[in-house]
Every structure is written in structure tokens, then in C-alpha cells.
């Protein structure tokens, strides 16, 4: 009976403790009791929240598209670690990724360079939690993180702001300008001293 109330507990408070941690990290949905989570979520989807068009810079992440290999981990967990493949990492073929639009593609090539192997994949992974499902999501989370950088736009200034800009060089080099020639008038008074 002790033994039955102590499982219950200890599952339900693991279940707690998944849900705060994706809450926190905004990971995709977990399944608890499916160990499967590829068949649990067939694609996942990233985009820009600043846009006006929920349509703009919106593209799905279709998991069956992504090469998923789990390994052991590093790092403490006792026994655990050394018994279950819990690291996963996640891999897909940049450069033949239909599904990213070809300037972003161009973009993530570039931010990305030491990520992307010989074979022209982009390579992430995780071991940050003990399970694998949890690392799966985290990667996940990385791959879209990446391809939202790479989807920004750069912020264009507007014409108020470049003459802001513009207005507060030409105050510098004044105030740069005053202070040599103060510089100068010091040390002008120091060679009249001193001949």
C-alpha cells in the first residue's frame, strides 16, 4: 500500500515538474505516456508573431523530414546515464530543405557554418534533460529558433531616425572639437611657461 501511494505520488509529481519545464522553455507538446513522439506530432511550426499575416514567414517543420539519432549523455545522472540513450540529436540536409524558403536557407547557411557537416547537414543537439523525448523537443525548439534568426528582417531607420542620428555626430564632433582645442590651449600655456 506505502509502496503503491509512494509510485503515485512520485509519478504525478513528475508530470508537474514536465509541464513547468515546457511551460518555462516553450517546448512543443510532450506526450507523457507515449514514448513516441514522432508519430505524437507530425510536424512542428515556427514563425514571426510580429507580422501582421499569420501566413508570412510561417513554415511548418515536418518531423518526418529530420533524421533522429539518440546516443548516451554526459554530464550527472548515476546509473541512468551510462544504461539509457537519452542525448538526442536531430540532423536534415539544408541545402535540399523545400520546406524553408531559399533566402532564409541562404541565411542559416551562413549564421550556421560550423554547424553544418561535409555532407551539407545541419547538426543539432541536446542533453539537457534525462529524457529523450524532452531532448527531442529541445532540439526541436534550436531548429526553429535558427530558422526564425535567420527569417528577421534587418530594422530599416526611418528618416527621423537617421537625422537623429545625424544630428547627434555633428553634436559629438563639436564637443570633440571644443575639448582639443581646450587640450591645446593647456599645453600652448605650458610652453610659455617653460621657455
Not at 548516451?72 to 535540399?96: C, D, I, L, M, W
Not at 553544418?116 to 539537457?128: D, P, R
Request: net charge positive; hydrophobic share 30%; with cysteine.
Amino acid at each position: 500500500m506505502a509502496t503503491s501511494v509512494a509510485k503515485y505520488f512520485l509519478l504525478s509529481r513528475c508530470s508537474e515538474i514536465i509541464r513547468s519545464f515546457t511551460r518555462q522553455r516553450k517546448l512543443p507538446p510532450v506526450c507523457i505516456r507515449n514514448r513516441n513522439l514522432l508519430s505524437q506530432c507530425p510536424s512542428f511550426s515556427y514563425g514571426n508573431r510580429a507580422s501582421d499575416n499569420p501566413q508570412d514567414g510561417h513554415v511548418n517543420i515536418p518531423v518526418d523530414r529530420l533524421t533522429v539519432s539518440y546516443s548516451r549523455s554526459s554530464g550527472p545522472g548515476g546509473q541512468h546515464v551510462n544504461k539509457v540513450s537519452t542525448k538526442a540529436e536531430v540532423r536534415f540536409h539544408v541545402y535540399t530543405a523545400d520546406w524553408i524558403p531559399e533566402d532564409v536557407r541562404q541565411k542559416i547557411i551562413l549564421n550556421n557554418k560550423n554547424r553544418i557537416n561535409k555532407a551539407g547537414e545541419l547538426l543539432v543537439t541536446s542533453e539537457q534533460s534525462r529524457s529523450q523525448q524532452r531532448n527531442m523537443g529541445d532540439c526541436i525548439q534550436k531548429i526553429s529558433d535558427i530558422i526564425a534568426k535567420a527569417t528577421e528582417k534587418p530594422h530599416e531607420p526611418s528618416a527621423e531616425d537617421i537625422a537623429l542620428r545625424a544630428s547627434r555626430l555633428e553634436k559629438r564632433n563639436k564637443e570633440r572639437l571644443k575639448q582639443k582645442k581646450l587640450h591645446s590651449a593647456v599645453k600652448h600655456t605650458r610652453q610659455v611657461y617653460f621657455d
